[in-house]
């Protein structure tokens, strides 16, 4: 391939400037937007995290209208990446010029570019121009900042860590990436979703005045449980298992229900100042389900005095909502489901619904507009700072629901109960483990130290 031409399209999309090393695999596109044509356009993504939703994420890179490839591929397990490629090369992808191209065009990824362990992540990013950050999210933090050293600009997934000194590290990193213009979306799709987007921003413009206080839900089943084998040391089981374990997962709070409370953040354009709950383990009694609680009631405390209400919980046969509702000085908003996005005044007159006609997937949505800002060389996401406070909101609210304290913001963010283990190998311990029955240690309130 001809370098020189490649080495163009990288200065014009601004991915030179991200200290991006040229690679002998990219070959000759077209540009979409036709700003230079017969150049090199193509660009190279790393997946970092290849199960569910790294996968999900990668077809949607694919499916922008850039000349995007997947070329290198890590994940801690090579079963799971092994997977993920099938899925992805299995696939039919839209290319560049609107043709329907196999998925094996698209993810160029010999055995020589798949990455395993705990290490692979710096490899594959190497290769690339942007990563996408799909691991559990105890990871994020380190991978994060290693994206940013090199120079790449990210897509990665909520939450963006499980722990105090993990956020801090994040809000350092964010800086950082600010200063080099590297762009970074993080996965809280609700920002990049036609109706919250539409309702939010007159709510924002002042359509039902001051917002006074409100309920957000992520009350459902649960989710996946796996199987301890044998041959499995502590370390892996507790990695496949990771949705149980706060290291990895830091509760179902951070893992799901950071969207709904980013919402309530986001509508109150401001961050809790304290918060107050209560939780514990209703149904949830199994070894297998770790150490997380599965129900969370919270009150996000504002610095004006709104409260906001906040509830997560996993119960098998119970009513489900995932949602959020807020009450304004001058009128409110009752869901943000598609087809019910309607702010209304205390008379019940409309004052703006959302029309979903036409919307498009957030979850492509927001892989578009990331690609298309780094084609065109324009640094226009810094999603990093925000994602991380609202996720320090989460690890804030199981602060309070595992101790029963009341606990303040800046006491929580300058925490140093740190989970994350000492030590990264198969045959190292995480920090908590299981007694001679298997069973793991349960936060308790009232013992269980907040901050
Ligand atoms: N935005 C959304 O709606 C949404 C939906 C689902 C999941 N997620 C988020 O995506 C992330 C991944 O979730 P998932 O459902 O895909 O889980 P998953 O278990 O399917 O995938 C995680 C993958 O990361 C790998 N992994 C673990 N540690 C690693 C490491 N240190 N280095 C490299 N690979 C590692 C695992 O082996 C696994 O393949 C989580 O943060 C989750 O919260 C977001």
Redesign the pocket.
């Known amino acids: 391939m001809d370098q020189q031409k490649r080495r163009e399209f990288l200065k014009a999309s601004g991915l030179l400037a991200g200290g991006i090393a040229l690679s002998p695999f990219a070959s000759a596109h077209r540009s979409s937007y036709g700003f230079n044509s017969n150049v090199d356009d193509t660009i190279k993504v790393a997946l970092?995290?290849?199960?569910?939703?790294?996968?999900?994420?990668a077809a949607q890179a694919l499916s922008t209208k850039q000349n995007v490839k997947i070329v290198a591929m890590?994940?801690?397990?090579r079963d799971?990446?092994e997977t993920?490629y099938k899925s992805l090369t299995s696939k039919k992808y839209t290319d560049a010029n609107g043709k329907n191209v196999e998925g094996t065009a698209k993810v160029d990824v010999p055995d020589s570019r798949k990455f395993v362990?705990?290490e692979?992540?710096k490899d594959a990013m190497a290769l690339a121009d942007v990563v996408i950050l799909?691991?559990?999210?105890?990871?994020?933090p380190y991978?994060l900042e290693e994206a940013i050293k090199q120079g790449k600009h990210v897509f990665c997934?909520?939450?963006v860590a499980t722990d105090a000194p993990g956020i801090r590290k994040v809000l350092e990193v964010a800086e950082i990436a600010k200063k080099k213009k590297l762009n970074i979306v993080t996965?809280?799709?609700r920002h990049y979703q036609p109706n919250y987007r539409e309702a939010i921003k007159r709510i924002e413009d002042g359509a039902l005045g001051d917002i006074v206080g409100g309920q957000v839900y992520w009350i459902s089943g649960g989710v996946w449980v796996k199987d301890r084998l044998p041959s499995m040391t502590e370390m892996e089981y507790q990695?496949?298992n990771?949705?149980y374990f706060n290291w990895?997962?830091g509760d179902h709070i951070t893992?799901?229900h950071v969207?709904n409370i980013d919402v309530a953040n986001w509508v109150k354009g401001s961050y809790p100042v304290e918060i107050q709950g209560t939780g514990g383990r209703e149904v949830r009694d199994g070894k297998m389900y770790g150490e997380i609680f599965d129900h969370h009631c919270l009150d996000l405390v504002y610095a004006d005095g709104t409260t906001i209400s906040s509830q997560c919980r996993h119960y098998e046969g119970t009513y489900s909502r995932v949602d959020e509702a807020f009450v304004g000085t001058k009128g409110r908003i009752d869901s943000f489901s598609n087809k019910n996005t309607i702010l209304k005044d205390y008379k019940g007159k409309v004052i703006y619904a959302h029309d979903s006609k036409g919307d498009g997937n957030p979850?492509q949505i927001e892989h578009d507009e990331l690609f298309e800002a780094i084609a065109k060389g324009e640094y226009k996401f810094a999603d990093a700072e925000r994602t991380a406070k609202s996720t320090m909101t989460a690890i804030m609210g199981r602060m309070a629901t595992y101790s029963g304290k009341l606990v303040k913001w800046d006491e929580a963010l300058n925490s140093d109960i740190n989970l994350f283990p000492d030590k990264?190998a198969w045959d190292a311990m995480p920090k908590v483990l299981p007694d001679e029955n298997g069973f793991y240690p349960i936060p308790v309130p009232g013992k269980t130290r907040a901050v």
């Open positions: 970092i995290g290849c199960g569910g939703r790294g996968t999900g994420a890590a994940d801690a397990f799971r990446l993920s362990g705990f692979a992540y799909a691991t559990p999210p105890g990871f994020r991978h997934e909520k939450p996965g809280l799709q990695m496949r990771w949705y990895l997962c893992e799901q969207h979850y990264l």
